[in-house]
């Protein structure tokens, strides 16, 4: 008798028993620091809601264009001080130290996230760093006029009225020729920071962020 054929195997799983989908267990990632004296030490980035970090092509740029300013050779900025208002994992700051910075305080409100940057300075000996959990927008304020060389702002993106009160801050607190890092979800206008005493000198967008180098009205845009 011929035989008879099997039913093809059904592809789909019956009806009410589909698979879940598998849950991969995230991992925290990392950003590096780019130059200087700690160049290429790794630091973790937490697993937290809104944390996002400057990417290392920003950062690398960023701080080319601060070494132009500073008139150092091999990028460094050699006794400036700064101030990382929303310091997160501490890679601007961090980067800041790394490159001869003298003084560098990294403000963050988030206890898990201040333990993390505590970590980081002890491991790395960072003696010109000091950590402060607070509001980075209070610490600016409570800086004397005038004595910034640097001032680092990324605010979490959803959280908009931040913006004006640490720009007006930060203008306030900076020297006659310091600048002003501001990552943004959007380009400010030369309306808007004129307003706060600003101007934009540089520029950059990569993805969804804004990075912009700001300086004194006075100084202009060169």
């Known amino acids: 008798m011929p035989q008879k054929k099997a039913a093809p195997a059904s592809r789909s799983a019956p009806a009410g028993k589909s698979k879940p989908a598998v849950k991969r267990p995230s991992k925290p990632s990392e950003v590096r620091i780019i ?6 030490t ?7 809601p809104g944390l996002r970090p400057t990417p290392d092509r920003v950062r690398e740029t960023l701080f080319n264009w601060l070494a132009s300013l500073a008139g150092a050779g091999g990028g460094e900025l050699p006794g400036w001080q700064c101030v990382d208002a929303f310091a997160g ?3 601007l700051g961090f980067e800041a130290a790394s490159r001869g910075a003298a003084s560098v305080l990294l403000c963050e409100q988030d206890a898990s996230l201040v333990a993390q940057l505590q970590a980081v300075k002890t491991k790395l000996e960072a003696e010109a760093v000091r950590i402060e959990r607070g509001n980075g927008v209070t610490a600016l304020e409570r800086a004397p006029a005038g004595s910034l060389d640097a001032v680092f702002l990324d605010p979490p993106f959803d959280n908009v009225a ?3 009160p640490a720009l007006r801050a930060a203008a306030r ?4 020729e310091g600048s ?3 990552e943004a979800p959007r380009r400010w206008s030369g309306e808007e920071l004129a307003a706060l005493g600003l101007a934009e000198f540089r520029y950059l967008k990569a993805g ?5 180098l700001l300086r004194p009205a006075a100084q202009g845009t060169a």
């Open 42 to 48: 790794r630091l973790a980035v937490a697993d937290k």
């Open 208 to 212: 969804a962020v804004h990075a912009h």
């Open 89 to 91: 994992t501490g890679a």
């Open 180 to 182: 002003v890092y501001l």
């Open 162 to 164: 931040l913006y004006e």
């Open 35 to 40: 130059g200087g004296e700690w160049k290429r």
């Open 173 to 176: 607190a900076l020297r006659a």
